[in-house]
């Protein structure tokens, strides 16, 4: 299967060449520490402080480039990977691809939507009707769920026009922030599938080099997703205010608590994973709590 066999020892990793997962795709792989040679329309961007290159490419095409063995990882939307998933399996291929972390970027859904003027009584009203859509194999495995009998019509592209050049009277889409569906004066009805960006690996694991490689990468992401919207607070208390102030952080890893100035003040450190508003930091100075200060974290590896 490996036509174009990829080199053991460096890791090859794909993302989209434009559209909406490229630039958060490309800060995820900063952040990550990794840095890659540029040069303009060049497809191929060989790493710089890692053994890890970029291939830049379609979306669509990262699962394939994944079953081929042409790159190793990909970011790509879980949507795209499970259609594609959905069509191997429907012709009896072997599972070739997998999700390895959800990214926490690129929210979208996949939606059903109707022209705007139409009355909407429920799925029901889909039973002969024509859906348009990229996504066959999940539309089709949402259809057999619901017991949907409908005409699927496949389109790669501007699916959001079937409805008005009259070619289907649904369509199934991606939706994210709903401009398309509006210009388009189309009403999202149902979702069929929630979807953001994943990384997408091969359905065995690596067996040699990149093995070390690819657990390197998921660590550091892990550590990037750990601490997406972090803060470390610190603050102090005395040793009675305590028990008032725990409470107030249940978002928090248990603090790292010192005792200063003969054992009565505590000095505090935790790391909080919501949101730490004015607000919160008012309630905990009325608590007992002074000297709040609020950090931004940097790198986390647990
Ligand atoms: C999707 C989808 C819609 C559009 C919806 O395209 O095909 O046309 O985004 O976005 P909106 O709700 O914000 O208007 P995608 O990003 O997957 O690009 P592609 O279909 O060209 O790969
Ligand atoms: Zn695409």
Known sequence: MNRLAPSRDRLRIAIQKSGRLGTPARELLERLGLRFQESRDCLFCHGETAPIDLLLVRDDDIPGLIADGVCDLGVVGRNVLLEQAGERSAVRLPPAFREVRA??????????AVPEEQEWQGIEQLAGRRIATSYPALLRAWMADNAIQAEVVVL??????APRLGQADAICDLVSSGATLAANRLKAVGDILGSEA???GPAAPFDDARAELADMLLRRIDGVLRIRDSKLLLFQASRE????LLPLLPDAE?????AIDGGDTLALQSLCHGAVTWQRLEELKRAGACGLMVLPVERMLA
């Open 198 to 200: 994943v990384l997408a």
């Open 254 to 258: 248990p603090p790292t608590i010192c």
């Open 103 to 112: 990214l926490g970027f690129g929210a979208c859904r996949l939606s059903l």
């Open 241 to 244: 205010s305590l028990p008032g």
């Open 156 to 161: 790669s592209g501007s699916v959001e026009i």
